[in-house]
């Protein structure tokens, strides 16, 4: 299998592909959680909009900006909880999480190294 630019190996776990094994290796440990009852309503790839598409004066279209996290899920204690596996933080990421962050203060979000 081919490997992308940052040394990351794609890897199927439950007919799933993730972009790395570090992202596979989480998903497995968030399945368990939630076996468990410490976590509920995993999902993936959970989208969020930063900045809504629009058209300028001139008539330019301008496509909005999303986020897409690894995962998102609900603690134990009701907190929604977005997590992202990261092994390169690019400067798009950095400044995508940020945007993230200001538009939904109500998320707690977690990088996973």
């Known amino acids: ?11 199927e776990v439950d007919g799933i ?3 790395s094994a570090s992202e596979a290796a989480r998903y497995v440990e ?3 959680l939630e076996r468990a009852g410490k976590i509920s309503g995993l999902e993936l790839q959970p ?3 930063l900045i809504k598409a629009f058209t300028t004066d001139s ?9 897409v996290g690894d995962f998102r899920y609900t603690d134990i204690t009701g907190a929604v909880i977005v997590e992202d596996v990261k092994g390169m933080k690019t ?3 950095k400044i995508k999480r940020k945007l993230l962050l200001w538009r939904y203060p109500d998320i707690k979000f977690v990088e996973i190294i």
Not at 1 to 11: I, L, Q
């Open 1 to 11: 299998m081919r490997r992308s630019k940052y040394n990351a190996r794609r890897t």
């Open 17 to 19: 592909t993730f972009d």
């Open 30 to 32: 968030l399945k368990l």
């Open 47 to 49: 989208r969020y909009e």
């Open 59 to 67: 008539g330019e279209h301008i496509r909005g900006i999303t986020y």
């Open 91 to 93: 400067d798009v990421y």
